[in-house]
């Protein structure tokens, strides 16, 4: 069974910066697509960054900019590099490997 761990969440002020990762138990290499999603309360879950292969990454419009999505297939790890974040930002945030394989989550919160 393979599973996926997502962590670096966190209280911030507005205008910080945070580093989320998810890491898998199998190797990495195997997913072609990775993304990160996220579903802020009373809120529909949405897609924030996606990673398919060598295309580039895509990314929401609220965050275009200010999030960048990588990959490490040696470390088996996703990253999530979130700068200038903002209260709309605050949300539980997901990450999926290969469109199948979904991580339990993890809280991001930020202040004004």
């Known amino acids: 069974q393979i599973h996926v761990v997502e962590s670096g969440g966190g209280l911030v002020q507005a205008g910080e910066s945070l580093r989320l990762t998810c890491l898998a138990s199998?190797?990495?290499?195997?997913?072609?697509?990775m993304a990160w999603y996220r579903q802020a309360l009373g809120k529909e879950r949405e897609l924030v960054a996606e990673?398919?292969?060598?295309?580039?990454?895509t990314y929401a419009d609220a965050v275009k900019g200010r999030f960048t999505i990588s990959r490490d297939d040696a470390k088996k790890r996703v990253y999530l590099q979130m700068d200038n974040l903002k209260p709309d930002d605050t949300a539980v945030y997901f990450c999926?490997?290969?469109?199948?394989?979904w991580g339990q989550g993890t809280q991001v919160t930020v202040s004004s």
């Open positions: 999926v490997m290969g469109n199948i394989y």
């Open positions: 199998v190797g990495t290499n195997r997913f072609n697509t």
């Open positions: 990673s398919k292969g060598r295309r580039e990454a």
